[in-house]
């Protein structure tokens, strides 16, 4: 079955070092998502990214924060100064239509310290 | 604003009873409600899905959801739990709609135990 693949798994940062998550969507959706889950608490929308732009984004996903498409396949985030609250595991979802559910990678920790 | 509640961060069952895991929701559209299941160290899983039609749905691993909008709920159950459910699961919304095809909104997660 066609999975989300994420990369690292675990990564741990110094606080304002820059970080780069990566995320390999299933080849022929169209909808990229990154979520996170802070420790204890909600799965939190950050941002979707449709047709090679952001189509909406949350009050999380301040400057700090960028998407890329690089060269079709990989779908990456981007912490570009990173605080000891950005600690929590990060999610890439993709979805063909966004409206089927969506496919859920196993997800980067991220741990600042 | 859409928003998920989840009653109960922890449900513990024996092996064979029933499985109720209960999901309220608020939303001003039509919803479209899913629960997720996430195993350890693993990523979140679709279970089930409701968007229209049906008002209940059949997922996964003999797990259905009701959609009620009555009540505003998508309570999940199972009639016999198994070891292998031990998971968190958790509910979300989304409206569907706009450009972004809707983005989900999730509840705090429930965390199931089976004990044998």
């Known amino acids: 079955e066609p999975e989300v693949t994420q990369t690292p798994s675990h990564q741990v940062t110094q606080m304002g070092q820059e970080v780069i998550l990566r995320c390999v969507p299933i080849s022929n959706h169209l909808y990229f998502y990154w979520y996170r889950q802070i420790l204890g608490q909600k799965v939190e929308f950050l941002v979707s990214?449709?047709?090679?732009?952001?189509?909406?984004k949350s009050e999380i996903f301040d400057d700090q924060f960028s998407v890329e498409r690089p060269d079709g396949s990989n779908f990456t985030l981007k912490i570009r100064s990173t605080k000891l609250e950005d600690s929590a595991m990060y999610f890439c979802?993709?979805?063909?239509?966004?409206?089927?559910?969506?496919?859920f990678g196993s997800g980067t920790r991220l741990t600042v310290v | 604003a859409q928003s998920v509640t989840q009653l109960g961060s922890h449900v513990s069952v024996s092996e064979g009873a029933l499985v109720l895991l209960r999901c309220n929701y608020s939303s001003s559209v039509p919803p479209y409600l899913f629960w997720y299941v996430q195993y350890p160290n693993q990523g979140l899983q679709l279970l089930l899905k409701y968007t229209t039609g049906a008002t209940l749905v059949k997922g996964i691993n003999g797990f259905e959801a009701e959609f009620k909008k009555s009540e505003t709920s998508f309570h999940l159950t199972k009639p016999s739990a198994h070891m292998s459910d031990a998971a968190e699961y958790f509910c979300?919304?989304?409206?569907?709609?706009?450009?972004?095809?809707?983005?989900?909104?999730f509840g705090k997660g429930t965390k199931l135990s089976v004990k044998p």
């Open positions: 990214f449709y047709n090679n732009e952001i189509s909406e």
């Open positions: 979802a993709s979805s063909p239509t966004g409206e089927d559910g969506y496919t």
């Open positions: 979300a919304v989304s409206d569907g709609y706009g450009g972004s095809q809707g983005n989900l909104i």
